[in-house]
């Protein structure tokens, strides 16, 4: 019933940057957490949380890997959230989808387990 389209995704060299959107439908989009997962070439059936954000926004979470190149960020008046990508590299490549947490106003670091709605993801190439 909830339906998630992302897009912005795309091939770029080593140190560039993409800008990841995610238009959301189905339920009331300001109550839930929204995620960005990875899933790498090759391990179609491994999800890894790369940022989070809270409902209202006020929280966020990053893997270790994207500290200080990464941002996510919602507009909850759009229905959207944004994943900013700086400084790619090679770790970077793979489909990012952006899942919509189960429970509204659930927060916590992040699992795959936990967001009940995905979508189709975007494809994001980082050659060298």
């Known amino acids: 019933q909830v339906q998630l389209v992302e897009s912005g995704g795309g091939l770029v060299q080593a140190g560039g940057s993409l800008r990841l959107s995610c238009a959301a439908s189905g339920r009331t989009f300001s109550r839930y957490a929204m995620g960005w997962f990875r899933q790498a070439p090759g391990k179609e059936r491994e999800f890894a949380a790369v940022a989070a954000i809270s409902w209202s926004g006020d929280s966020t979470y990053y893997t270790d890997s994207v500290k200080g190149r990464f941002t996510i960020s919602r507009d909850n008046a759009k229905n959207t959230v944004y994943l900013q990508m700086n400084n790619l590299n090679p770790a970077g490549p793979g489909v990012y989808y952006c899942?919509?947490?189960?429970?509204?106003?659930?927060?916590?670091?992040?699992?795959?387990?936990?967001?009940?709605?995905w979508g189709q993801g975007t494809q994001v190439t980082v050659s060298s």
């Open positions: 899942p919509e947490r189960s429970n509204p106003y659930g927060w916590g670091s992040p699992r795959n387990t936990e967001y009940a709605y």
